[in-house]
């Protein structure tokens, strides 16, 4: 996934497919007072897991900067405040 994603990035006007998700719809949950849709996935969990991984991965990387500037220490050595 991440070869693919990185052959895109130099050929935007490509596309890719990752294959679909099938889920189970069962029923509906109440916490609290709200209410949710149970969805039992039925395939493509490591679709899912990947893609978790990846978005948890982003949220790092872009909050470290951020959280540098917080800090008030620059992001590389070489960088003036």
Known sequence: MFED?????????QRHFMATVVGLNRGL???????YSVIEVVDGQQRLTTLIVLLK???LSLAEPFQARRAGTPRHPHQAR
């Open 5 to 13: 994603i990185d052959r895109l990035r130099s050929r935007p006007e």
């Open 29 to 35: 949950k109440t916490i609290i007072t709200d209410e």
């Open 57 to 59: 991965a982003i949220q």
